[in-house]
Structures are given as C-alpha cells and as structure tokens.
C-alpha cells in the first residue's frame, strides 16, 4: 500500500463495527481474503497492530480503536 484511500479505511471500519472480518467482506461486498489483505496492507503501512485476530472473529487493539474514533 502506497498511500490510504477511502476504500480501505471504509473496510476497517466494517471490520470494527462488526467484530469480523468475513461479515465486513459481506457488508463491502468483498471477498473475505481481499479484506483480510487490504486490513493486513494497512497494518504494515501504519506499522501497528489494528486487531486481535480470533476464532470468533477480530477486536481492536488500542491503535485501531484511536484509528476508529479519529475524525475525518
């Protein structure tokens, strides 16, 4: 990822607001992987963990909960 754009920032905030990655990808219309991989993309370009990745689905770190609630 060179840069952030809309669309990437609009999955993470599926992925927050549902608790998962596969109903985020249902929600954007997307393929689970592709969301796992643009969430993973944006990750490494901030250099910080955005979730805790589980079973049952995903949890905000502290990093992705101020990314969460920042304004844009």
């Given at each position: ?13 599926a ?58």
């Amino acid at each position: 990822m060179k840069k952030l754009d809309v669309s990437t920032l609009e999955i993470f905030i599926a992925a927050v607001e549902e608790r998962s990655l596969s109903r985020a990808a249902e929600r954007e219309n997307l393929v689970t992987s592709s969301v796992s991989k643009r969430i993973t993309e944006l990750e490494e370009y901030l250099k910080k963990p955005l979730f805790l990745r589980h079973g049952r689905g995903v949890e905000p770190t502290p990093a992705g909960t101020l990314l969460y609630h920042m304004p844009m």
